[in-house]
């Protein structure tokens, strides 16, 4: 059997096939959600995509007989280093025919320009940060994924312990099976908190100010969230990044803000799910040159009935007042109840006891698992 080679994706050839790789790995699998190849184009581009005004990244593809069997994406962020104190770097947008071989190869490969850096240790699947998509998926794999969530087939984790990786985390995904009960348990513990709430008001998001908007929500974010594992602030031209991709999708109703005396003090995120959509054209826009999918697109994302929700903070000095249930309730009774929107919330840490606590006490059910791994970089030959 002819050996396999690794290179670096170095044409646009390259990227090209790096891309559209993974409809090899899904051809049988019907709950994946084919990416826009348009969205992968950017996601990759170091001159475009504003992670790489700090940190670095490269691509490599696996051949065996000049085949492409798989494909593999290192990264390094200097930001999360500084913030931790750490000495990581990452790999994601990891695909792989069922072969030890090639995986071997593959992280072999991450692991040897991770070294190149200085990094002694390594930690995926992670596509740059923690900001964007990440976690292999354990569990669920009947499901199809939602917008910013990974898939992927259910002998990865065998390449990857096989390694030698060994858990890190676990982030699950929970399900609003019944939004009704939901609300009513909600409302209930809404009521008990009640005197503990400051006078908070709640508001819709003012999608005609979205830029206004992003960065109040960014600032709440980055207090939130600072002392959860794997965080790593959002530089401000990556929220910009982030809020001009999820502009065409986001709704009112989906997006609440709560404030005292005029200061956001909390917000909640959730976003249809376009991957229902996306998966109605396969990756293009166009077909021998005329819109055919970007009319299939739109015309789906008009009626979509699913919806993530993406994010939930508030700041640290108001945690424990009831402003996160509220801001819960809204989205359950604006989306879910009054316009029929159904949905996931994720990805919630496994060492979030209160928020998975609280998820469960209202009936969600816990539906997937996520998982990411680290090892200490081997030696280098």
Excluded at 216 to 245: C, H, L, P, S
Excluded at 265 to 277: E, S, T, Y
Aim: aromatic fraction near 12%.
């Amino acid at each position: 059997m002819p050996q396999i080679e690794i290179s670096r994706v170095a044409s646009r050839s390259d990227r090209d096939a790096f891309i559209k790789f993974p409809w090899r790995i899904y051809a049988n699998d019907p709950a994946w959600v084919p990416p826009l190849l348009l969205e992968r184009k950017e996601f990759l581009d170091q001159e475009k995509h504003p992670f790489f005004e700090h940190g670095k990244a490269e691509l490599f593809l696996a051949r065996r007989g000049g085949e492409i069997v798989g494909r593999i994406l290192a990264s390094d962020d200097p930001n999360y280093n500084a913030l931790h104190q750490s000495n990581v770097g990452c790999f994601g947008m990891f695909e792989s025919i069922d072969d030890p071989e090639v995986a071997t190869a593959l992280f072999d490969a991450a692991a040897g320009w991770l070294r190149g850096l200085g990094r002694d240790e390594i930690v995926g699947p992670i596509d740059y940060s923690t900001n964007y998509v990440c976690g292999l998926l354990i569990d669920g794999f009947e499901f199809p994924p939602m917008l910013l969530t990974s898939h992927n087939p259910p002998y990865y984790s065998g390449l990857i312990e096989r390694w030698g990786f060994e858990k890190t985390m676990d982030l699950y995904a929970w399900w609003f099976a019944n939004p009704a009960e939901a609300a009513e348990r909600l409302r209930r513990l809404a009521g008990a908190l009640k005197k503990r709430r400051a006078d908070v008001t709640f508001r819709p998001a003012n999608l005609r100010r979205i830029a206004e908007e992003g960065r109040r929500i960014r600032d709440i974010y980055n207090q939130a969230w600072r002392n959860n594992w794997g965080f790593v602030a959002f530089t401000e031209k990556e929220f910009d990044y982030m809020t001009k991709e999820l502009k065409p999708l986001v709704v009112s109703e989906l997006i609440w803000l709560a404030e005292i005396e005029g200061e956001p003090v909390g917000f909640i995120l959730c976003v249809p799910d376009i991957n229902a959509a996306l998966k109605k054209i396969n990756g293009r826009l166009t077909t021998f040159g005329l819109p055919i999918g970007l009319a299939k697109l739109l015309y789906y994302k008009s009626r979509l009935k699913t919806t993530r929700l993406v994010a939930l903070g508030v700041v640290p000095k108001y945690r424990r007042h009831g402003i996160a249930e509220m801001l819960v309730l809204r989205i359950i009774e604006e989306a879910m109840i009054k316009r029929g929107f159904i949905g996931e919330c994720s990805l919630i840490l496994e060492n979030n006891v209160m928020m998975n606590r609280f998820l469960e006490a209202i009936g969600a059910e816990k539906y997937k698992t996520y998982r990411i791994y680290r090892r200490p970089l081997p030696p280098g030959k």
